[in-house]
């Protein structure tokens, strides 16, 4: 890696320290058949060739050799050469002139010798800092075990300057290293051609060692080899899951970091990828740790929240909770799963106790879901002007000091989050806001909901208002944006707005339901002002079902089966989890994430201003233009006459023609709608269940008709 310091020049260029100094040559197809060995290509010592000496002789004059040659070292009658395309690959040569049957020994011995060769190579490679500390102690065990295989050559020399070995006595004590030689350089040579380090080189030495399993001395060889290796791993493991912290110099670990991610972005970006990603598994898992490596990871996740939080906490150690090393008692394990039950924990009483979260998450419901409307219905009449406005010509300014009054003089101000609420206008209407949102989940394809949502431009009135785009926001602070974050804030937007909506169209129909009252005092049956009346009282009677569904039979069961079910969590992942599907299930059942029903149920709303708008103009224009042609008396007759005159107005006001035509538009136009409706409703009742209720409501509505 680029941070890591350079090797010393003069480790490169003196290749007597590295084991790099023999000679190259093209890889041949039998090395010990070729030509006799030639004195003339590099061999040490006498001119004459060792088969012009007595077999005994020729035995004494290889045996010093091979001791050279078991180290790696040329001798007089044995050579070595590095072969060409192959990385610390070598091939020894023997004087061919010697004895067959000494060269056939010898030649048994010679794959020991290249064993060692290509072992200590890989140790000196390793050894570089930019290797990684796996690779280091790794390489620091192989280098342990060549001093123990130096003091077993070391003691055959011995022997023989004692005159106590030979050919044979050195075939067989070397015989027990070359299982062991042979399959470390296996090993090696695979980690040399694919340059593997880290997890990748715990994996390569377990493999292995499951696949000695034949033999008990190389499988306890590699299983301690492997032990050794992962030692460095290993404290990596240990400060993450006890401390949350990474300290991995070379990138080895399999959790890695991306620190452009900052947790302030949750309360931003609608996509945050703050918990998913900030910290993030890699691909290489140790195999010892793959099955609880996303334990391991969510441990250190918590350990950072509330590090983030500045309550600095670490997991108790003893000394049976150190994890220097892993072994077939799964101890580790053991102390993984404790560092998680702690880390849960700690965190899940942090954000319960000293964040309030239920409280915080029932101040939510309060207002964003409307539990608590006294303080709505005072913003909606002190608001009504600066509402009715065009959106990019409402001051939101305006709007929050409202807000603010409606808060502090209703029921609202013994709620001590109610400083956290704030207002804002959106841009879009609620269809076209769900349409831009594509991670919603629709019970339509998605090609269907797009025509739904972005093909239909009559549900987008030409010029909307603020009663259509305003929403209200909460200001949510870390950590507790990990669970009430921008998008599940966006989700309770989508929802108020919603609701916010439906109240609107309730409180117009009142208003237009208090203008038939007057008429109360004159027989009105068979009139349009009668026809109005029945009309305008359906269209209440649905709105008002429609609420009391979305509240009653929706958001408020929804919200007991969350709280119930946030009382009995273990870990803040749980929290998340059932947070978002407690949003998920009121978004779907509010008929939020089913294109054609919402389609039906805001074209449905829609006529119901219209109708509401139209009467509170036609009502009192009708009843002022009958009172203009009226003649008014003087003297003691002129109340009388009043009465009477107030009496015929109301009467002509009833029977008026435009008034008449208008009503039955509407009531077409209102009933069609309905009756569309209900065939929805109930073919899809068997599929989504919760539509059954809905539909007894807009058939109770239609009962009336």
């Known amino acids: 890696m680029d941070s890591s310091p350079a090797t010393p020049k003069w480790?490169?260029?003196?290749?007597?320290?590295?084991?790099?100094?023999?000679?190259?040559?093209?890889?041949?197809?039998?090395?010990?058949?070729?030509?006799?060995?030639?004195?003339?290509?590099?061999?040490?010592?006498?001119?004459?060739?060792?088969?012009?000496?007595?077999?005994?002789?020729?035995e004494l004059l290889v045996i010093d050799d091979m001791l050279s040659a078991l180290v790696g070292i040329e001798g007089r009658y044995i050579s070595i050469k590095r072969v060409r395309g192959r990385e610390g690959h070598v091939i020894f040569q023997i004087d061919q002139s010697m004895d067959f049957a000494l060269q056939e020994i010898i030649q048994r011995i010679f794959p020991l010798c290249e064993d060692y060769i290509l072992i200590s190579?890989?140790?000196?490679?390793?050894?570089?800092?930019?290797?990684?500390?796996?690779?280091?102690?790794?390489?620091?065990?192989?280098?342990?075990?060549?001093?123990?295989?130096?003091?077993?050559?070391?003691?055959?020399?011995?022997?023989?300057?004692?005159?106590?070995?030979?050919?044979?006595?050195?075939?067989?004590?070397?015989q027990p290293m070359?299982?062991?030689?042979?399959?470390?350089?296996?090993?090696?040579?695979?980690?040399?051609?694919?340059?593997?380090?880290?997890?990748?080189?715990?994996?390569?030495?377990?493999?292995?060692?499951?696949?000695?399993?034949?033999?008990?001395?190389?499988?306890?060889?590699?299983?301690?080899?492997?032990?050794?290796?992962?030692?460095?791993?290993?404290?990596?493991?240990?400060?993450?899951?006890?401390?949350?912290?990474?300290?991995?110099?070379?990138?080895?670990?399999?959790?890695?970091?991306?620190?452009?991610?900052?947790?302030?972005?949750?309360?931003?970006?609608?996509?945050?990828?703050?918990?998913?990603?900030?910290?993030?598994?890699?691909?290489?898992?140790?195999?010892?740790?793959?099955?609880?490596?996303?334990?391991?990871?969510?441990?250190?996740?918590y350990l950072n929240v509330m590090r983030e939080c500045g309550h600095n906490v670490q997991v108790p150690q003893t000394e049976n909770s150190k994890l220097m090393s892993f072994g077939s008692n799964h101890h580790y394990l053991e102390c993984i799963k404790t560092a998680y039950d702690f880390a849960s924990g700690e965190l899940l009483t942090l954000i319960k106790e000293k964040y309030d979260l239920i409280g915080k998450l029932r101040s939510l419901k309060r207002y964003l879901l409307l539990d608590q409307g006294d303080f709505l219905v005072h913003f909606m009449d002190i608001a009504r002007d600066e509402l009715?406005?065009?959106?990019?010509?409402?001051?939101?300014?305006?709007l929050q000091s409202l807000l603010d009054l409606a808060l502090r003089t209703t029921a609202a101000v013994a709620d001590?989050?109610?400083?956290?609420?704030?207002?804002?206008?959106?841009?879009?209407?609620?269809?076209?806001?769900?349409?831009?949102?594509?991670?919603?989940?629709?019970?339509?394809?998605s090609n269907y909901a797009n025509l739904v949502f972005e093909g239909d431009d009559q549900l987008d009135p030409v010029?909307?208002?603020?009663?259509?785009?305003?929403?209200?926001?909460?200001?949510?602070?870390?950590?507790?944006?990990?669970?009430?974050?921008?998008?599940?804030?966006?989700?309770?937007?989508?929802?108020?707005?919603?609701?916010?909506?439906?109240?609107?169209?309730?409180?117009?129909?009142?208003?237009?339901?208090?203008?038939?009252?007057?008429?109360?005092?004159?027989?009105?049956?068979?009139?349009?002002?009668?026809?109005?009346?029945?009309?305008?009282?359906?269209?209440?009677?649905?709105?008002?079902?429609?609420?009391?569904?979305?509240?009653?039979?929706?958001?408020?069961?929804?919200?007991?089966?969350?709280?119930?079910?946030?009382?009995?969590?273990?870990?803040?992942?749980?929290?998340?989890?059932?947070?978002d599907f407690y949003l998920h299930k009121c978004l779907k059942e509010c008929l939020l994430l089913l294109p054609q029903v919402l389609k039906k149920v805001e074209k449905l709303k829609s006529i119901c201003l219209q109708y509401a708008a139209s009467i509170q103009l036609l009502i009192p224009a009708a009843y002022a233009s009958d009172m203009d042609n009226g003649s008014f008396g003087v003297g003691k007759s002129k109340t009388r006459r009043s009465a009477r005159s107030s009496n015929r107005s109301l009467k002509t006001a009833a029977e008026n023609n435009t008034l008449s035509e208008s009503v039955l538009k509407f009531e077409k136009e209102f009933n069609a709608e309905l009756q569309s409706l209900v065939p929805i409703l109930s073919n899809n009742s068997q599929a989504e269940p919760y539509l059954t209720h809905l539909a007894q409501c807009i058939l109770g509505v239609r009962s009336d008709q």
Not at 33 to 43: A, E, H, K, L, Q
Not at 283 to 293: Q, R, V
């Open 121 to 174: 190579q890989f140790v000196e490679s390793r050894s570089h800092f930019k290797s990684g500390l796996v690779n280091h102690a790794f390489a620091a065990a192989l280098r342990a075990l060549l001093l123990d295989y130096q003091a077993m050559v070391a003691q055959l020399e011995h022997q023989f300057r004692l005159g106590r070995l030979s050919v044979q006595g050195l075939w067989f004590y070397c």
């Open 11 to 58: 480790n490169l260029e003196r290749p007597f320290l590295t084991g790099r100094f023999h000679q190259e040559i093209k890889v041949p197809a039998h090395a010990s058949t070729n030509r006799p060995f030639s004195m003339d290509s590099g061999s040490r010592g006498t001119h004459n060739v060792v088969g012009s000496y007595p077999v005994s002789v020729q």
């Open 178 to 301: 070359m299982g062991s030689l042979h399959a470390l350089s296996i090993v090696v040579e695979k980690a040399s051609s694919s340059n593997v380090s880290g997890s990748a080189m715990l994996n390569l030495l377990q493999s292995q060692s499951k696949a000695m399993a034949g033999d008990n001395a190389v499988r306890s060889l590699l299983e301690k080899m492997t032990q050794r290796a992962s030692s460095a791993y290993m404290g990596i493991l240990e400060r993450w899951v006890y401390e949350g912290v990474i300290d991995d110099p070379y990138g080895e670990f399999f959790i890695a970091e991306n620190k452009s991610l900052k947790k302030e972005s949750l309360t931003l970006d609608y996509d945050a990828k703050f918990w998913r990603q900030r910290y993030s598994l890699k691909d290489g898992i140790p195999s010892f740790l793959a099955g609880i490596a996303e334990t391991i990871l969510t441990t250190g996740k």
């Open 416 to 445: 001590p989050y109610h400083e956290e609420l704030t207002c804002c206008v959106e841009r879009v209407s609620l269809l076209k806001k769900l349409a831009t949102l594509k991670d919603l989940e629709s019970s339509y394809p």
């Open 463 to 579: 010029s909307i208002t603020g009663l259509e785009t305003f929403s209200l926001s909460y200001k949510v602070q870390w950590p507790l944006s990990l669970i009430i974050s921008r998008k599940a804030l966006t989700k309770y937007q989508l929802i108020f707005r919603f609701l916010f909506h439906c109240k609107h169209v309730n409180r117009q129909l009142c208003v237009a339901w208090q203008l038939h009252q007057g008429f109360r005092t004159i027989h009105s049956m068979g009139t349009p002002i009668s026809r109005s009346s029945i009309l305008c009282r359906s269209m209440l009677k649905f709105i008002n079902s429609l609420l009391h569904y979305l509240t009653f039979e929706v958001l408020e069961p929804n919200w007991h089966l969350m709280h119930d079910r946030l009382q009995a969590v273990k870990s803040i992942d749980e929290v998340i989890q059932f947070h």
């Open 388 to 398: 009715a406005k065009r959106p990019e010509e409402i001051s939101v300014e305006k």
